[in-house]
């Protein structure tokens, strides 16, 4: 009689057989589990503060240099299109670590400046509009973070938070970062005083984006059972923008012996003079630095050979700043407006991306896409399960890397407050190649064929007034439906918050 496997009646020797082999299978399942858990690709996230889409090489600029940043460009994935959902700091953090646009997550202004004072000869303040979640990002998010914790990553969070303190928020620690370091919470850094963010690492005088990079190379490097998620946040290019002085000696000399003269022109929008050319030796050596850094970075992953198992995202918050209300901006043009317009240079960002075995020379995109797409795209090229719960603004960014199109043809920004660089409360859709711009407080609309007028120079309202109502019908019913904080009118209190002198720009 031999024993049974299924009710079916086997020979002794043939079940001994078919034992081993069930054993050999099932150990060689749990072996292959173990490396799959290992050969799970590590992450590193890449942000700059500020960073112009036309501040690197690759796109165009002749005074400052990235020979580094410009060598990923050719063997990375090169998105030429990239949005950040807000032209300002906090609110585009945040749809990174939430998917989520921040008309829903509700962090729409740099924190705290949900206050900021409005005035300019001619105009008053007419319209408020706090944001409702002004102390940070929500616990009830499920963060970027969060979901590869869950996935036994090693995380961490180095630089630049700004998504609330860390009294109110808890900081990285308390959103998925098992390790936290150089924490800034807000704006505060000082490129070449900032010793307390290294403790026992740093003397005054050392440069903040070296001591980050210092930081990001020896946890990139460290052997570990797990794979890594690494949340990198330069502070450059933020103001105040500094340089080492022998970078800014080299840039100087630069502008000099190509003729850099400084020149401004009024912009009918903001009224505020915007600069026509790169010309700062300041903004051009802390660039250069930044790139150096960049390139350090990179060369530590292929010492380390973890770099043909690293997933990189290179990427900014939002547009560089072009009004000279600060010194040293930069200069958007081809593009309008800059930090805090919704016009494309306040929203559009250098973006590669770096997958290994999926990224090829060449590959370069110009679909439109958005950092809020970010946390589903690492999900799935991670090999992790979706969280449509959570992301359900962003998009997976997956199917570009096999040549087909994004299943989207919409895109929305909220930025609802008044700015020192002369913006207005507004908000945007882009459908295809049309974009309208909605302005709060002047209750009008700026319509633009991105197409033939990537400058947005020609306004179309009024030649295509159907398509402008349809645009702004779909964008009002997007905010509405989607639980946006409105800007409405200012009670007396809101608006004598804004009498007095003009309050320093911390954004
Ligand atoms: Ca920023």
């Known amino acids: 009689m031999g024993a049974t496997l299924d009710g079916k009646d086997f020979p002794v020797a043939v079940v001994n057989d078919m034992k081993e082999i069930l054993i050999t299978t099932l150990f060689a399942g749990i072996l292959s589990a173990a490396n799959a858990e290992k050969e799970k690709p590590n992450v590193l996230f890449i942000l700059i503060d500020d960073f112009g889409w036309h501040d690197v090489g690759y796109n165009g600029s002749e005074f400052y240099e990235t020979p580094r940043i410009d060598e990923l460009a050719k063997t990375w994935m090169r998105f030429d299109n990239c949005y950040t959902p807000s032209p300002m700091c906090s609110p585009t953090r945040t749809s990174v670590l939430t998917g989520k646009n921040p008309a829903r997550h509700g962090v729409t202004q740099w924190l705290k400046g949900a206050d900021y004072f409005f005035s300019r000869e001619g105009e008053e303040q007419v319209v408020y509009c706090p944001g409702p979640h002004s102390s940070g990002i929500e616990d009830s998010e499920i963060t970027l973070g969060e979901a590869f914790q869950e996935a036994n990553y090693d995380t961490a969070f180095f630089g630049k938070w700004h998504m609330g303190n860390l009294k109110a928020t808890g900081g990285p620690n308390n959103h998925g970062y098992a390790v936290q370091k150089a924490i800034i919470e807000a704006n505060s850094c000082r490129l070449f005083d900032c010793a307390g963010y290294f403790p026992n690492k740093a003397k005054k005088g050392d440069c903040f984006t070296d001591l980050l990079t210092d930081e990001a190379v020896e946890f990139v490097a460290a052997k570990r059972d797990n794979p890594f998620y690494l949340h990198l946040c330069y502070f450059a290019m933020h103001d105040q923008i500094k340089s080492k002085s022998e970078l800014r000696e080299r840039f100087e000399k630069k502008a000099e012996r190509l003729g850099i003269r400084s020149e401004t022109a009024l912009d009918d929008y903001s009224h505020q003079p915007h600069k026509l050319h790169q010309d700062s030796p300041e903004y051009a050596g802390e660039l250069y630095n930044l790139d150096r850094n960049i390139g350090r970075l990179i060369d530590a992953l292929k010492e380390a050979g973890q770099y043909e198992k690293t997933i ?28 805090t317009f919704l016009f494309e240079a306040g929203l559009r960002t250098p973006l590669l991306i770096h997958w290994p075995g999926h990224s090829q020379v060449k590959l370069r995109t110009k679909e439109p896409v958005s950092s809020m797409d970010f946390y589903p795209s690492l999900l799935e090229m991670a090999g992790l399960e979706a969280k449509p719960d959570q992301h359900v603004d962003g998009v997976s960014l997956v199917p570009l890397f096999q040549g087909k199109p994004l299943q989207r043809d919409t895109l929305y920004w909220h930025f609802p407050h008044y700015q020192g660089e002369g913006s207005y409360p507004a908000s945007a859709i882009r459908v295809g190649d049309f974009k309208l711009i909605y302005n709060y407080h002047h209750k009008d609309v700026l319509l633009f064929n991105l197409a033939n007028d990537p400058r947005e120079s020609k306004n179309l309202a009024a030649s295509m007034p159907k398509k402008a109502k349809a645009l702004e019908e779909k964008l009002m019913t997007y905010l509405k439906e989607n639980g946006a904080y409105l800007p409405q009118s200012p009670t007396l209190q809101q608006k004598r918050k804004r009498l007095g002198s003009r309050k320093k720009s911390e954004n």
């Open 312 to 339: 990189i995202i290179f990427t900014g918050d939002n547009g560089g700043r072009s009004t000279v209300n600060k010194p040293d901006a930069t200069s958007v043009i081809p593009l309008r407006g800059g930090k």
